[in-house]
T-cell receptor
Framework: QKEVEQNSGPLSVPEGAIASLNCTYSDRVSQSFFWYRQYSGKSPELIMSIYSNGDKEDGRFTAQLNKASQYVSLLIRDSQPSDSATYLC????????????FGKGTHLIIQP | DAGVTQSPTHLIKTRGQHVTLRCSPISGHKSVSWYQQVLGQGPQFIFQYYEKEERGRGNFPDRFSARQFPNYSSELNVNALLLGDSALYLCASNTRLREEFFGPGTRLTVL
C-alpha cells in the first residue's frame, strides 16, 4: 500500500516569510514527485515537479527531494496572501501506470 | 491552447442511477487519468488510459468503468450509484505519463 503523508495543518505563516511544507512517502520505487496547489472549490494546479535528488527552483518556489529519506519538501519564499491554499504532495512510480498517489494536503494560511 | 475540459460541471443523481462524465485532454496529450476526490482528502486514482488502452487501475469497484476514444477524449461511467460516490471527479491529461494537468472537475452529488 503506497502512502504519502503530510501534516494537514493549518500552517500559518506571516506575509513575506518562508512557508515550508513537508511530505514523506512509503514506496521506495517512487521516481516522480509533484506539488499541487488547490484553492477551495477548485481543482489541483501543478506548481512543481522534481525527479532527482536535490533542489529545484522556480520563481518563489523551491522543491527539495531526498530519496534516501523518502522526503519531499516545498519552500515558498516571500509568501503572499494569494498563496493561501491546500498544497498536495503527489508521487508516481517509475512506470507511471498506477497514476499519482496523493497525500491529504496541508492547508496553508498566509497572514497579512 | 485550451486546457483540460470536463463536462458537466455539476451533477445531481439519486442512489442506484448511472452517470457518465466526460473529459477532453490538452491538445497533443494522448493519456488521460481519472481521479476521485472526496472532501478533506487528496485525489484517489481510478483509471489511466494511454493511446485508447487501459494502462492502470486503482482500487475501485467494477461499478466504475472508463474508455478513451480515437480523439483521446474519455468517459468515466459509474453504475448503481451510492451515497459514498459523492465527490469531485477529476480528469488529468498528461504526456509521456509524467506530469499530469487537471481539468476543473465534475462535482457529483448522490442523494
Amino acid at each position: 500500500q503506497k502512502e504519502v503523508e503530510q501534516n494537514s495543518g493549518p500552517l500559518s505563516v506571516p506575509e513575506g516569510a518562508i512557508a515550508s511544507l513537508n511530505c514523506t512517502y512509503s514506496d521506495r520505487v517512487s521516481q516522480s514527485f509533484f506539488w499541487y496547489r488547490q484553492y477551495s472549490g477548485k481543482s489541483p494546479e501543478l506548481i512543481m515537479s522534481i525527479y532527482s535528488n536535490g533542489d529545484k527552483e522556480d520563481g518563489r518556489f523551491t522543491a527539495q527531494l531526498n530519496k534516501a529519506s523518502q522526503y519531499v519538501s516545498l519552500l515558498i519564499r516571500d509568501s503572499q496572501p494569494s498563496d493561501s491554499a491546500t498544497y498536495l504532495c503527489a508521487v508516481k512510480s517509475g512506470g507511471g501506470a498506477d497514476g499519482l498517489t496523493f497525500g491529504k494536503g496541508t492547508h496553508l494560511i498566509i497572514q497579512p | 491552447d485550451a486546457g483540460v475540459t470536463q463536462s458537466p460541471t455539476h451533477l445531481i443523481k439519486t442512489r442506484g442511477q448511472h452517470v457518465t462524465l466526460r473529459c477532453s485532454p490538452i491538445s497533443g496529450h494522448k493519456s488521460v487519468s481519472w481521479y476521485q476526490q472526496v472532501l478533506g482528502q487528496g485525489p484517489q486514482f481510478i483509471f489511466q488510459y494511454y493511446e485508447k488502452e487501459e494502462r492502470g487501475r486503482g482500487n475501485f469497484p467494477d461499478r466504475f468503468s472508463a474508455r478513451q476514444f480515437p480523439n483521446y477524449s474519455s468517459e468515466l461511467n459509474v453504475n448503481a450509484l451510492l451515497l459514498g460516490d459523492s465527490a469531485l471527479y477529476l480528469c488529468a491529461s498528461n504526456t509521456r505519463l509524467r506530469e499530469e494537468f487537471f481539468g476543473p472537475g465534475t462535482r457529483l452529488t448522490v442523494l
